[in-house]
Antibody, heavy 123, light 110 residues
Framework: EVQLVESGGGLVRPGGSVRLSCGASGFMFGAYAMNWVRQAPGKGLEWVAA?????????FYAESVKGRCGVSRDNFRNTLYLQLNSLTAEDTALYYC???????????????WGRGTLVTVSS | QSVLTQPPSVSAAAGQKVTISCSGTSSNIGNFYVAWYQHLPGTAPTLLIYDNNKRPSGIPDRFSGSKSGTSATLGITGLQTGDEADYYC???????????FGGGTKLTVL
C-alpha cells in the first residue's frame, strides 16, 4: 500500500527539541522530494520544510523555522526526518509529511500525505 | 495572516455548485501553478487540483480549477454532504522562497 506514516510527536518543554520521522511504503521513496507541513490547532496549513529527491542535496525551510530546523532522509530505510529545536508554543501543531507529486523534480504540490503526528509544546 | 487569501467559509445546498476563491500576488499565483487540497481535520489532506486546472486520477470531474492573473478559483458542482471539508489553495512564492497556502475555506453543504 502506498502510504506515509509519521511518528515521534508528543509533549515537549519550551526550549526543547523534537525529531519526527515519516516512514514511506509502496513507492520509490528516493525518487521523490519530500516535505513537512504543519497545522496548528484551529489554524490552516503551513509549509515547514522540503528536501530534494535521491541524496537530498537541497533543503528548503520556512522563515518561521529557519536556523533551528533540519530536514533529512534515509533512502535505505525509506524514512524522512524533521529535527526541530528551540521549540516554543507556536510550534504546537499536527505535523504532516507530504510527497512532492512529481518524481525527480520539485513541483511544490503534494499528492500523498500522512495522517500527521502531534507535537505539543508546553511546560 | 496567510499569504493567499480565501474566504473563511462558503455554503450551498446539496446538488448545487459552489466556488472558492484564492487571491495572491505576482510573487505567487501570478507566476506559478496553483494546487487545491481537500482536508478533513485529523485526516490526510487530498490533492484535488494541480497546475491550476488538472485533476489527479481518482478525483471526480465535479471538481474544477481555474486561474486568472493573481487569483484562482476552485469549483465544485453537484455538492454532496461528503464534500464538507476545509479547502486550501497552495503555490510557490518566489519572494518568500516558500510554499504558501491560503487560510482555508470551510465548506458547508446545506
Amino acid at each position: 500500500e502506498v502510504q506515509l506514516v509519521e511518528s515521534g510527536g508528543g509533549l515537549v518543554r519550551p526550549g526543547g527539541s523534537v525529531r519526527l520521522s515519516c516512514g514511506a511504503s509502496g513507492f520509490m521513496f528516493g525518487a521523490y522530494a519530500m516535505n513537512w507541513v504543519r497545522q496548528a490547532p484551529g489554524k490552516g496549513l503551513e509549509w515547514v520544510a522540503a528536501i530534494s529527491d535521491n541524496g537530498g542535496g537541497s533543503t528548503f525551510y520556512a522563515e518561521s523555522v529557519k536556523g533551528r530546523c533540519g530536514v533529512s532522509r534515509d533512502n535505505f530505510r525509506n524514512t524522512l526526518y524533521l529535527q526541530l529545536n528551540s521549540l516554543t508554543a507556536e510550534d504546537t501543531a499536527l505535523y504532516y509529511c507530504a510527497r512532492d507529486a512529481m518524481a525527480r523534480q520539485l513541483s511544490w504540490y503534494f499528492d500523498l500525505w500522512g495522517r500527521g503526528t502531534l507535537v505539543t509544546v508546553s511546560s | 495572516q496567510s499569504v493567499l487569501t480565501q474566504p473563511p467559509s462558503v455554503s450551498a445546498a446539496a446538488g448545487q455548485k459552489v466556488t472558492i476563491s484564492c487571491s495572491g500576488t505576482s510573487s505567487n499565483i501570478g507566476n506559478f501553478y496553483v494546487a487545491w487540497y481537500q482536508h478533513l481535520p485529523g485526516t490526510a489532506p487530498t490533492l484535488l487540483i494541480y497546475d491550476n486546472n488538472k485533476r489527479p486520477s481518482g478525483i471526480p470531474d465535479r471538481f474544477s480549477g481555474s486561474k486568472s492573473g493573481t487569483s484562482a478559483t476552485l469549483g465544485i458542482t453537484g455538492l454532496q454532504t461528503g464534500d464538507e471539508a476545509d479547502y486550501y489553495c497552495g503555490t510557490w512564492d518566489n519572494s518568500l522562497n516558500n510554499v504558501v497556502f491560503g487560510g482555508g475555506t470551510k465548506l458547508t453543504v446545506l
